[in-house]
């Protein structure tokens, strides 16, 4: 089915160890984001991307890494995870200009 | 630096009155106005994108209006179903659109 997939959907993970989430889209759209959701703080920005091999920061991007080798793809990389880092992690994607953001189902990180 | 708020955070209705939400942004320079709505454990669902030049935008029982010199947009949901209750976020867009800095959120609850 098109659309757009994370995963794992729930991961724990240790502090220190280096954790990767995955994003995969069928769309083809040009732009992809990443968000973080906190309760107190909302959804905050992490990075997005605008075509492949195009990334920028966004809000909160420190701590974390991203790549963008194929339109599809988005992975978010935690190089060291933090218990700071325990959050749901949204990928969302979207054309240029005026169009709707369509969203993963999400991530459950927790960081012990 | 763009800030959106939502108040109330929460709000209760019977079945059938209809919902008024509220949406508030600080720079009025936005590229486009988004409502999204999530359930829990789910990602967001993009209900309307209203752009800069629109007044508002309609979506069967659901309409939004914005107002940009003032900040604010509403999110006006006819005749409320048990269905409806979820939580819903409003989101402005910046340059080219495709950045959004969101609000905190509304829970919505509709008692049958």
């Known amino acids: 089915d098109a659309g757009i997939t994370q995963s794992p959907r729930y991961k724990i993970t240790e502090t220190g160890r280096q954790v990767t989430l995955m994003c995969h889209q069928t769309w083809s759209h040009s732009y992809m984001f990443w968000y973080r959701q906190d309760l107190g703080h909302g959804l905050r920005l992490i990075y997005y991307s605008a075509a492949a091999d195009i990334t920028d920061k966004g809000e909160v991007p420190d701590g974390y890494v991203v790549s963008r080798s194929k339109t599809e793809n988005f992975p978010l990389t935690l190089e060291s995870a933090t218990r700071s880092q325990t959050s749901v992690y949204f990928c969302?994607?979207?054309?240029?200009?005026?169009?709707?953001?369509?969203f993963g189902n999400g991530t459950r990180l927790t960081v012990t | 630096k763009q800030e959106v708020t939502q108040i109330p955070a929460a709000l209760s209705v019977p079945e059938g009155e209809n919902l008024v939400l509220n949406c508030s942004f600080t720079?009025?320079?936005?590229?486009?106005l988004q409502w999204f709505r999530q359930d829990p454990g789910k990602g967001l669902t993009s209900l309307l994108l209203?752009?800069?030049?629109?007044r508002e935008q309609t979506s069967g029982r659901l309409n939004a209006s914005l107002d940009k010199s003032s900040g604010r947009s509403t999110l006006y949901i006819a005749a409320s179903q048990p269905g409806d209750s979820a939580t819903y976020l409003c989101?402005?867009?910046?340059?080219?659109?495709?950045?959004?800095?969101f609000g905190g959120g509304t829970r919505v609850l509709v008692k049958p």
């Open positions: 720079d009025s320079a936005i590229y486009n």
């Open positions: 969302a994607s979207s054309l240029p200009g005026n169009s709707p953001l369509h």
């Open positions: 209203i752009q800069s030049s629109q």
């Open positions: 989101a402005a867009g910046g340059a080219a659109g495709n950045k959004l800095t």
